[in-house]
Structure formats: structure tokens, C-alpha cells
């Protein structure tokens, strides 16, 4: 357990709906990650922060946007959501500023009808 | 082409088998190279990192690398039925940027 926990868990909405996804972190870790999981693609990196208030875009970034307004809390928003952004997201966080151990929370599992 | 290339399974084998998982790569800037277990429904968990050419060994796992190949190894060796969830290769290149295979999915068989 690497104290992260992501709200909701499970969330149903429909296309062109605002949504934010919460990221709770408990032990103070500077970086930050939000991926997401889908068939045939494994994990891919959306959005990272490396400290209250800067971030930088990953591979899959068009459609979503971040904030991380204080240590604990990164938040990812789907500004109008869409069909293909349904899928799990997954939120990490890096110990010690060692990318070669994330951790990842339990995951939030979006359905766009 | 993706980066990261790695047999999705599913994969079956009986328990107490030795469990080969395999990943290859493209890019020589991959650096570091991690293995993550993932059980249904639950997020991903670090097993091993590597850093370099050659075998590290955790209990009954043992991560190999051969970076003049490209090609990365995860062994189990007594596999257990709790053992069976998807095992992710995950590599490193330049700062915060992990990419990910897209897993192989395991069953040991009782």
C-alpha cells in the first residue's frame, strides 16, 4: 500500500459531462502520475507532476487537463467527456524521486455512455 | 511499431511450473526495467526493477535483462495458483516517462 487512494472508484457519465478525478496521497511524495488502462495498450501516461503546480503532458494527453494545488492532491479533469475516454485510471506516485518505483493506486473505472 | 512489445497470453500452465515472461524492446535509451503484477480488478504492483545487463533474483522470481538483444525476462520458478494475475514489463527513458507492455495475462492451474 504506497497511501494513495483515488475518488470515485466507479463512475458512470455521459458524453460531453465535465469530470474530475481526485488523487490522494498521504505521504507527501513530490511526483505524481495520472495513467490510463485500456485493451491492447497497457498503461499510458496522460499527465505528471513534479510539484504543487507544475505538471507536463504525457503520450496521451489531448483531452485532458491537471491541477495539483497542494502535495496530496492530483486532480485529473476530462473538460467534455467522450466515449473514448472510457476506460480505468490509474494514479502513482514516485518514492524518493526513483522513476523506476511507481506505485500505483487501486484505479477508477470511467464509463462514458 | 510500439516500443514495448509483449505477448498479451493468455498463458496456462500447471502448478509448480516455470513461468517464462518476456518482453523486447526498441530503443537502447530504455534504462531501467520493472516488473509489475497486476490482479483483476486491482491497480498494478512493483515485483523488480533492474538496471543493468544481467539476472536479480527475489524469492521465487528472477528478473533477467540482455540489453544487446533487447529483450527482458521475467522467471517464476514453483509457480502458485496465486501467482495467476497480468504481468506488465515497464522501462524507463529520460525523466518521469515509464511505458508500459501490454501485459501478459497468467493461470496456474492447481
Known amino acids: 500500500d504506497a497511501g494513495i487512494t483515488q475518488s470515485p472508484r466507479h463512475k458512470v457519465t455521459e458524453t460531453g459531462t465535465p469530470v474530475t478525478l481526485r488523487c490522494h496521497q498521504t505521504e507527501n511524495h513530490r511526483y505524481m502520475y495520472w495513467y490510463r488502462q485500456d485493451p491492447g495498450h497497457g498503461l499510458r501516461l496522460i499527465h505528471y507532476s513534479y510539484g504543487v503546480k507544475d505538471t507536463d503532458k504525457g503520450e496521451v494527453s489531448d483531452g485532458y487537463s491537471v491541477s495539483r494545488s497542494k502535495t496530496e492532491d492530483f486532480l485529473l479533469t476530462l473538460e467534455s467527456a467522450t466515449s473514448s475516454q472510457t476506460s480505468v485510471y490509474f494514479c502513482?506516485?514516485?518514492?524518493?524521486?526513483?522513476?523506476?518505483?511507481?506505485?500505483f493506486g487501486p484505479g477508477t473505472r470511467l464509463l462514458v455512455l | 511499431q510500439k516500443e514495448v512489445e509483449q505477448d498479451p497470453g493468455p498463458l496456462s500452465v500447471p502448478e509448480g511450473a516455470i513461468v517464462s515472461l518476456n518482453c523486447t524492446y526498441s530503443?537502447?535509451?530504455?534504462?531501467?526495467f520493472m516488473w509489475y503484477r497486476q490482479y483483476s480488478r486491482k491497480g498494478p504492483e512493483l515485483l523488480m526493477y533492474?538496471?543493468?545487463?544481467g539476472n536479480k533474483e527475489d524469492g521465487r522470481f528472477t528478473a533477467q535483462v540482455d540489453k544487446s538483444s533487447k529483450y527482458i525476462s521475467l522467471f517464476i520458478r514453483d509457480s502458485q495458483p496465486s501467482d495467476s494475475a497480468t504481468y506488465l514489463c515497464a522501462m524507463i527513458r529520460g525523466a518521469q516517462k515509464l511505458v508500459f507492455g501490454q501485459g501478459t495475462r497468467l493461470t496456474i492451474n492447481p
Open positions: 533492474t538496471y543493468s545487463s
Open positions: 502513482a506516485i514516485t518514492r524518493a524521486g526513483r522513476q523506476e518505483t511507481q506505485y
Open positions: 530503443n537502447s535509451a530504455f534504462q531501467y
